[in-house]
C-alpha cells in the first residue's frame, strides 16, 4: 500500500460487500484510501435467484456476474481468495494464500446453512447456499428422472422431493419446481403424477410475517401446481433415502432433500472470536461490531435490531443493500470527522415469486400484489438491484426485462 492512506478491506464478494466496496469508491478518490475487497470467486451471484439456478428454471451464469465487470480493479484490490480467520488484535485478515491488514474491515462473508441439531441434516440434505450447491440439486433432480425412467421396476421413492421449511427461498424453491417439474416429466415421457413435492414446516403457517390474505394465495397457487404441505410438523431425523418427521415419527422415502429452514453466519465470523447471537452478530445501530470501532459486519453474518419492534430485521437483499450506503458513509466519517449515521430501514415492500408469472407481495406501505402485477413488480426490484450494481448495460446483459 502506499503512503498513509486508510486501508480498508471488503470481505465477501455478496450483496452487502459489492454494494459496500461500489460505494468507497464513490465516497473516496484514488489518492484517500485504499479499498481491496477479497472472495473466493472471481465472480457475485444473485443469492436470491439460487433457487431458480437449484430448479433448473435459468441458466447458471445468468445468476453470476463477474467482479471485474462491475468493480473497477484499477481503483479496488481484487483479492480472489479465501478467508481462513480475521486477527481482530493484530488488525489482519489470514487468507489460505497470504495475509492483508486493513484500518478499516467490512465483514460481508454471507451465510451458511444452519441445521439445529437435526441428525443427519448436514450429511444428507442439499442446500442453496452458492451457485454450486444450487447446480448440484438441479443435477441431482434431473438424475433421479434419468434413473427412474431407466430401471425396470423403479422405486417410486426416487421421484420424491422433500424441501424442509417454507419461509422465503422454500416457498420460491417450491414454485420454480412447480414450474421445472412438468418440463422434466415431457423430458423423461413420465406421468406428473409419479412426481411428489413436499414441503416441511416447523411453524403453522409458511411464510411467518406475511399477510393472511397473500399467505392464502400463495398456499393455494402451489397445492394447485401439485405441492404438498405438512405444516406444524418438524423434522426429527435426515437418512441418506428419506426424512423422519413429526410426534408420531413417520418416515418418508425420498430422492432428493433439500433444506431450506435456516441460516448462520459463516463460520470464520465465530471462530475468530466474534460473539454470535443466534448464529449472528448483534451489531450497533451504526453497523459497528461490539468492542470494535473499526470493523463493520453486515448482511447475514449481522443482526441489526428494529427500534420499534425490539426484533432484528430479518436479513434480506434489500436490508443488505441499504446497510452498504450506511457503512461506506460511516467509514468516510470515521477518516475525515462527522456524526456516524445509524441504520433505518426503508421498507420497500417485499414480493416472494411463485414460479412461472405468478407471484404475491407487498409493495409501496403495504399495497398488495398478486399474479401478473406482483411478479412484474418483482422482475423490476431484481433490475433495479442489477442497475444500481452495474447501470443499465448490466440489466440489458443479466436482467429479467432484457430483451433477448
Given at each position: 500500500m502506499i503512503g498513509n492512506r486508510p486501508k480498508i478491506v471488503v470481505l465477501g464478494a455478496g450483496y452487502a460487500g459489492m454494494m459496500t466496496?461500489?460505494?468507497?469508491?464513490?465516497?473516496?478518490?484514488p489518492e484517500e484510501a485504499d479499498i481491496t475487497l477479497v472472495n473466493k470467486h472471481n465472480y457475485h451471484y444473485q443469492t436470491t435467484w439460487l433457487h431458480e439456478v437449484a430448479a433448473g428454471t435459468i441458466d447458471?451464469?445468468?445468476?453470476?456476474?463477474?467482479?471485474?465487470d462491475v468493480i473497477n480493479t484499477r481503483r479496488v484490490n481484487f483479492v480472489h481468495d479465501t478467508v481462513v480467520k480475521i486477527n481482530k488484535e493484530a488488525k489482519t485478515v489470514q487468507l489460505e494464500n497470504g495475509e492483508i491488514s486493513y484500518d478499516y474491515l467490512v465483514i460481508g462473508l454471507g451465510f451458511e446453512k444452519a441445521t439445529f441439531g437435526i441428525p443427519g441434516m448436514e450429511e444428507h440434505a442439499f442446500s442453496i447456499q452458492s451457485v454450486d450447491t444450487s447446480r448440484m440439486i438441479r443435477d441431482h433432480i434431473e438424475y433421479q428422472f434419468a434413473r427412474y425412467r431407466n430401471q425396470k421396476n423403479p422405486d417410486p421413492s426416487m421421484l420424491t422431493i422433500v424441501?424442509?421449511?417454507?419461509?422465503?427461498?422454500?416457498?420460491?424453491f417450491l414454485g420454480e419446481l412447480a414450474e421445472r417439474i412438468p418440463l422434466l416429466c415431457k423430458k423423461y415421457d413420465i406421468p406428473r403424477q409419479d412426481v411428489k413435492i413436499i414441503d416441511v414446516e416447523?411453524?403453522?403457517t409458511i411464510l411467518p410475517g406475511f399477510d393472511e390474505e397473500l399467505l392464502s394465495y400463495a398456499k393455494e397457487s402451489l397445492e394447485y401446481r401439485g405441492i404438498e404441505f405438512k405444516l406444524g410438523t418438524m423434522i426429527k431425523e435426515v437418512k441418506a433415502d428419506s426424512v423422519v418427521v413429526g410426534e408420531d415419527e413417520e418416515e418418508i422415502k425420498a430422492g432428493t432433500i433439500v433444506w431450506t429452514g435456516g441460516v448462520q453466519a459463516n463460520r470464520i465470523v465465530g471462530e475468530s472470536g466474534f460473539e454470535l447471537t443466534k448464529g449472528k452478530v448483534n451489531v450497533d445501530a451504526t453497523l459497528l461490531a461490539p468492542g470494535h470501532d473499526e470493523v463493520f459486519i453486515l448482511g447475514d453474518c449481522a443482526w441489526v435490531m428494529n427500534n420499534e419492534t425490539g426484533k432484528p430485521y430479518p436479513p434480506t437483499a434489500q436490508i443488505a443493500?441499504?446497510?452498504a450506503?450506511?457503512?461506506a458513509h460511516n467509514i468516510k466519517t470515521m477518516i475525515y470527522g462527522g456524526t456516524l449515521q445509524e441504520f433505518k430501514f426503508d421498507d420497500k415492500g417485499t414480493v416472494a415469486s411463485l414460479g412461472g408469472s405468478d407471484a404475491m407481495g407487498t409493495v409501496?406501505?403495504?399495497?398488495?400484489?398478486?399474479?401478473m402485477q406482483a411478479k412484474v413488480m418483482k422482475n423490476v426490484i431484481d433490475d433495479r438491484y442489477l442497475f444500481l450494481l452495474g447501470g443499465p448495460m448490466l440489466v440489458l446483459k443479466k436482467g429479467k426485462f432484457r430483451p433477448f
Open positions: 466496496t461500489k460505494r468507497l469508491t464513490q465516497q473516496f478518490a447458471v451464469n445468468r445468476s453470476r456476474i463477474m467482479i471485474s424441501v424442509g421449511g417454507a419461509g422465503f427461498t422454500g416457498i420460491e416447523a411453524m403453522p443493500i441499504q446497510e450506503d450506511v457503512c409501496f406501505d403495504g399495497n398488495k400484489l398478486y399474479g
